[in-house]
């Protein structure tokens, strides 16, 4: 039987319902990731499946209710009935930014375009309408709607070091990566550590000055970590920044650093799975499991073990990149924040081939388009021309053969006349 209960309501916030009221409530548990917020809910209505309720039509407001708090915030999706009752499943809050488009009137206004959205009906609070720093990468522009939300988000933090949240009262927050310690993990068990390789330093092309009289010019500088570079020697990768339009060395520096804050070269194994008491305040103190979200950083506790090999080892903190609660087993799983290998940071935060040039081959296509299509129209119209002139030809012909089946019948005798 759930403790926290799940309570729904109609898209417009009107005709609450408590779904443990309408029957038993098993295997509850629900989550949240960073970057995103609010993102899995999932348990059982034990009823049989010819049961129907209000309270779990997909599409429906729903939350979690633990301690009078609201520990989490979603949509419904569709049920699945079985034997065992009514599987109940619903995203959250975070995955909204998936549905809706971007929008916006200014590019260089980074908050137009979720603000945009709020006011269309997207469920999230952008504090003071601009949660959203200028430090957000945004480089070329892009049409106006043609990203969704969580992919502009993701674009403007993955080259800015920051990272996006939507969390309690589906606030929106943007902030720099967090690696203040605000958790203590006690892990009992040893845990290995992964290593995804040791690139500590970034190739980055950048545009020093645009197409005009005279050709683009282009400049190519590094991005680096130092500490990493003294104690593992030296790895490079590569990154093209021309599509942003021109800019300085340290500007490109300063992107290729931000990429580099997300990047970490030995994961934990986790995902770690905790209990009431495994996971504390920096003080010390249990939190409470059900109320925990992700974004927290953790400082691992290992007992009897060593960490990783190491004599140094780095990092002994992380993000907390997920955090999921499951009330069946009472057992809290966190999942550490962290980019296992550069190449997909790198694609992650749009790194790659020169996007104008994509453009501009995106732009051939549909002229070469344009232009077989605009071939096959003249086509169509030469055809329905021929085929108006076969008709009126063959009318005229009809009507002589007519003209001439009359004379006959009035002169049965005569010579045939010519029409």
Not at 101 to 126: H, M
Not at 164 to 172: A, D, E, P, T
Not at 342 to 361: F, H, T
Request: charged share 15%.
């Amino acid at each position: 039987m759930s403790l926290a209960k799940v309570r729904t309501f109609a898209p417009d916030g009107s005709n609450s319902m408590w779904l443990n009221e309408e029957g038993p409530v098993s295997g509850l548990s629900w989550g949240s990731t960073t970057p995103g917020g609010y993102n899995q809910m999932a348990c059982t209505l034990v009823r049989p499946p010819t049961f129907r309720t209000p309270a779990m039509n997909s599409g429906r407001i729903a939350q979690v209710i633990a301690g009078g708090s609201v520990v989490w915030d979603g949509k419904l999706d569709e049920g699945v009935p079985s034997s065992a009752g009514w599987a109940i499943s619903a995203h959250g809050a975070g995955t909204f930014a998936t549905e809706w488009d971007a929008i916006y009137t200014t590019w260089l206004d980074q908050n137009d375009a979720v603000n945009q959205a709020i006011s269309r009906g997207l469920r999230w609070v952008n504090p003071g309408g601009n949660s959203i720093p200028n430090t957000v990468f945004l480089g070329q522009q892009v049409d106006s709607g043609s990203l969704k939300i969580a992919d502009l988000l993701n674009l403007m933090c993955s080259k800015g070091g920051l990272v996006w949240q939507v969390g309690r009262g589906n606030i929106l927050s943007v902030r720099a990566i967090p690696a203040a310690v605000t958790r203590l993990l006690v892990c009992t068990t040893p845990q290995p550590r992964t290593l995804a390789g040791d690139i500590n330093a970034i190739a980055l092309r950048y545009l020093v000055s645009p197409d005009s009289a005279a050709a683009a010019v282009y400049a190519t500088t590094f991005a680096t970590v130092p500490a990493s570079i003294t104690a593992h020697g030296r790895m490079e990768d590569y990154d093209d920044l021309s599509s942003a339009g021109t800019m300085t060395a340290a500007a490109a520096q300063a992107v290729g650093n931000s990429s580099l804050a997300h990047y970490v070269r030995a994961s934990w194994g986790g995902p770690f799975q905790v209990r009431y008491g495994q996971y504390l305040t920096t003080g010390g103190q249990p939190v409470d499991l059900q109320c925990e979200q992700a974004g927290e950083v953790a400082q691992l506790i290992i007992t009897d073990a060593g960490y990783g090999g190491e004599v140094v080892p780095t990092p002994v903190t992380f993000p907390v990149g997920a955090f999921s609660y499951d009330e069946t087993t009472a057992l809290g799983t966190v999942t550490p924040y962290q980019y296992m290998s550069l190449s997909g940071l790198l694609s992650a935060a749009m790194l790659g081939p020169d996007l104008r040039e994509d453009l501009r081959q995106i732009a051939a296509r549909e002229a070469a388009l344009d232009v077989r299509q605009a071939a096959a129209a003249a086509r169509r119209r030469r055809a329905l021309r021929r085929e108006a002139a076969t008709d009126r030809r063959q009318a005229e012909a009809a009507q002589d053969r007519h003209q001439l089946a009359a004379w006959r019948r009035r002169h049965p005798h005569g010579r045939a006349p010519r029409f």
